[in-house]
């Protein structure tokens, strides 16, 4: 059983340019999250996506904006990148329900902004 | 001032020790608590999950949560060099929501 798998592993951009992240979630869940962790910091949370709407956000510009597809899998897209913006994008999933315990992280997607 | 402050170290300790990690927070609103392990490279993996004051033990691992002082702990007792990673606390208001606000992370190194 896959477990929440994200891509690419590393991305590297300039600033100003536009980028995609993609996320499947574990087999079997129906929610997913993206968090941004810059180095050192602990993750900050970006938003949530179920049933293919942005169910909460966190306090991120319109430049991140979000997709969920019919299939559960999610995109965050960030447009005209900053150099702060160099971070590792974690998407974790987890199934709608009054649980925390269910969330599961992937490895992330390490993005460089040059 | 940030919600969740948590010392990000470098901690290094020997083999068998205990350890002890530590977060404070300013958010009263806040009641459940969790503890992750993220391991270099990788995405964080829940460790430990509790509500409100009092402890939880699982195995070598014990969570500790103190209200009235806004403080949570977690100890690791016999630490192993495979307890080696960076320990982040989060926590959020109320339960079933994932906007999880998170510590800065203490990175732990446990010395053979």
């Known amino acids: 059983d896959a477990g929440v798998t994200q891509s690419p592993t590393h991305l590297i951009k300039t600033r100003g340019q536009q980028v995609t992240l993609r996320c499947s979630p574990k087999?079997?869940?129906?929610?997913v999250s993206w968090y941004q962790q810059a180095l050192g910091q602990g993750p900050q949370f970006i938003f949530q996506?179920?049933?293919?709407?942005?169910?909460q956000r966190g306090n991120f510009p319109d430049r991140f904006s979000g997709h969920q597809f019919p299939n559960y899998s999610s995109e965050l897209n960030v447009n005209a990148l900053w150099l702060g913006d160099s971070a590792l994008y974690l998407c974790?999933?987890?199934?709608?329900?009054?649980?925390?315990?269910?969330?599961?992280f992937g490895s992330g997607t390490q993005l460089s902004v040059l | 001032q940030k919600e969740v402050e948590q010392d990000p170290g470098p901690l290094s300790v020997p083999e068998g020790a205990i350890v002890s990690l530590n977060c404070t927070y300013s958010?009263?609103?806040?009641?459940?608590f969790m503890w992750y392990r993220q391991y270099s490279r990788k995405g964080p993996e829940l460790l430990m999950y509790?509500?409100?004051?009092g402890n939880k033990e699982d195995g070598r691992f014990t969570a500790q949560v103190d209200k009235s002082s806004k403080y949570i702990s977690l100890f690791i007792r016999d630490s192993q060099p495979s307890d080696s990673a960076t320990y982040l606390c989060?926590?959020?208001?109320?339960?079933?929501?994932?906007?999880?606000?998170f510590g800065t992370g203490t990175r732990l190194t446990i010395i053979p």
């Open positions: 509790t509500y409100s004051s």
């Open positions: 974790a999933s987890s199934l709608a329900g009054p649980s925390n315990e269910k969330l599961f």
């Open positions: 989060a926590m959020v208001p109320n339960f079933g929501n994932e906007k999880l606000t």
């Open positions: 996506y179920y049933e293919e709407e942005e169910r």
């Open positions: 087999s079997g869940h129906d929610t």
């Open positions: 958010n009263s609103a806040f009641q459940y």
